[in-house]
């Protein structure tokens, strides 16, 4: 095969562009927001009009990342941010309960109580997440199924954990939020990526998906989910294995039988997803759907 010769362009680069565009004399109408160049004019760029701009741009940004790094596709994994690793949530929990020793009648911490021990439960999920995390990572190339998360901490940062685990790379969207933006330390840094667009955000977390992982989570979760269940009922994207880890908690929060008793979901419907109880379960899961050779 013939190498293709790059010829020289003839315009120059936007860089170039921008470089001569400073080198502008000192005058008023040199000086006055309107000489600006376009693409370079944060305030053109922030205002309301350009929101179409900016939506492509952050559809584009990410993916042209993702393209220079070759990765192909992606294994991408839910849950809640809160979730906490087991140390911290036994250490959450000894420091309530040595509180209540001084204050046995205080409501509130009798109400928190009853939360860290949750939370000490649900740490199990963490492991999970992690091992998962790991198990996809060292069965894997470095450039498909690579692990993605929302990019938080948690069932997320467990995730990038396991691959950090490992040495492989792995993926975080996180995203601008009043609380919990802080993209977790065990991304890939090239490729953590933060989005302002709920909507964008979802469409990079599918885009090369070819399995989702849901752990329990809230708000976030929900929404997530519901959004890869919609999109495989209504095939607007190819049916790939969707995994609800820890039956118990997805039949508490969600009655699927009950929508499919009153109409508003067929019975078949329920089939897009099935339920997961081990990161090994899920793990042998994805690996047979997408024809993936275990390594020994």
Request: negative net charge.
């Amino acid at each position: 095969m013939t190498q293709k010769i790059l010829r020289p362009r003839v315009f120059p680069s936007a860089n170039e562009d921008a470089k001569a565009a400073r080198q502008h004399v000192n005058t008023p109408q040199c000086n006055s927001p309107s000489y600006r160049l376009a693409f370079q004019d944060q305030d053109f760029l922030l205002r309301e009009e350009l929101r179409p701009v900016r939506l492509q741009l952050e559809l584009l940004k990410p993916e042209l990342a993702l393209q220079e790094q070759q990765i192909e596709s992606t294994i991408v994994i839910y849950g809640s941010a809160r979730m906490l690793d087991p140390e911290s949530a036994n250490v959450r929990l000894e420091k309530i309960l040595e509180a209540l020793k001084k204050d046995p009648e205080d409501t509130f911490l009798q109400q928190e109580l009853v939360r860290a021990r949750t939370m000490v439960s649900n740490s199990r999920y963490y492991n999970e997440s992690r091992k998962l995390g790991r198990l996809i990572s060292e069965n894997t190339d470095a450039y498909k199924y690579v692990v993605m998360t929302g990019g938080g901490f948690g069932i997320m940062g467990a995730a990038n954990h396991g691959a950090h685990d490992v040495g492989a790379k792995s993926i975080g969207m996180n995203i601008v939020l009043p609380f919990e933006q802080e993209p977790n330390p065990y991304i890939t840094p090239e490729l953590s990526f933060q989005f302002h667009y709920f909507a964008i955000r979802k469409m990079h977390l599918l885009m090369r998906a070819k399995a989702v992982v849901a752990f329990p989570g809230g708000f976030g979760t929900l929404d997530e989910l519901f959004e890869v269940l919609t999109l495989i009922q209504t095939r607007k994207v190819r049916p790939i294995p969707v995994l609800l880890f820890g039956r118990r908690f997805w039949q508490r929060v969600i009655n699927f039988d009950v929508l499919v008793e009153e109409g508003t979901i067929n019975p078949e419907d329920v089939n897009i997803f099935q339920y997961v109880s081990t990161a090994e379960q899920a793990w042998e899961i994805i690996a047979a759907s997408n024809n993936i050779e275990v390594h020994p």
